[in-house]
T-cell receptor, first 113, second 113 residues
């Protein structure tokens, strides 16, 4: 089945530690996205990539980094600079260029130890 | 900033009844809208979309209505089933060159057997 796979499902971070969330898609989509979901709030865009080897900051990029070395993969690193990382992180992908539905993975829940 | 909002945070319906979930949007440049369903602990699932050149679009048991005059979007679910219990939220495109969206905070639908 085609889809988006996020791993791990649950992740714990220690103080001062960087952690990386994995996102893989086999939908042959050009564009990929990372969102953060907090209770009572709409999804907020962290980073997005419209093509391999290119990515753009979203609304809340501070404390996060990404790479897009392969079309299928868009990993997100939550750095120690992100002071409030506890959230549900969602990865999505879509066809290009515009007005295309974004399809989501099942998320990674990140908590602080 | 512009945002997408929902009129009711929670909605309870009897199994077999029809459900109506509403969404107000404020970005007059938006021309593409999506409804998503999100079950607990999972990623959002695409339900149906509509473009601004349409007023109504039907899917399987779902209908989306778009009223551009009052910037209002609704999702109608026919013969609501227990499996429809979830959070539903709408998304509007930002009308820019990227495939980016504003996401609403969601309405929690509970179906009473």
């Amino acid at each position: 089945d085609g889809g988006i796979t996020q791993s791990p499902k649950y992740l714990f971070r220690k103080e001062g530690q960087n952690v990386t969330l994995s996102c893989e898609q086999n939908l042959n989509h050009d564009a990929m996205y990372w969102y953060r979901q907090d209770p009572g709030q709409g999804l907020r865009l962290i980073y997005y990539s419209q093509i391999v080897n290119d990515f753009q900051k979203g609304d809340i990029a501070e404390g996060y980094s990404v790479s897009r070395e392969k079309k299928e993969s868009f990993p997100l690193t939550v750095t120690s600079a992100q002071k409030n990382p506890t959230a549900f992180y969602l990865c999505a992908s879509s066809r290009s260029p515009i007005n295309q539905p974004q399809h989501f993975g099942d998320g990674t829940r990140l908590s602080i130890l | 900033g512009e945002s997408v909002g929902l009129h009711l945070p929670t909605l309870s319906v009897q199994e077999g009844d029809n459900s109506i979930i509403n969404c107000a949007y404020s970005n007059s440049a938006s021309d593409y809208f999506i409804w998503y369903k999100q079950e607990s602990g999972k990623g959002p699932q695409f339900i149906i979309d509509i473009r601004s050149n349409m007023d109504k679009r039907q899917g399987q048991r779902v209908t989306v209505l778009l009223n551009k005059t009052v910037k209002h979007l609704s999702l109608q679910i026919a013969a609501t089933q227990p499996g429809d219990s979830a959070v539903y939220f709408c998304a509007e495109n930002k009308g820019d060159t990227g495939n980016q969206f504003y996401f609403g905070t969601g309405t929690s639908l509970t179906v009473i057997p």
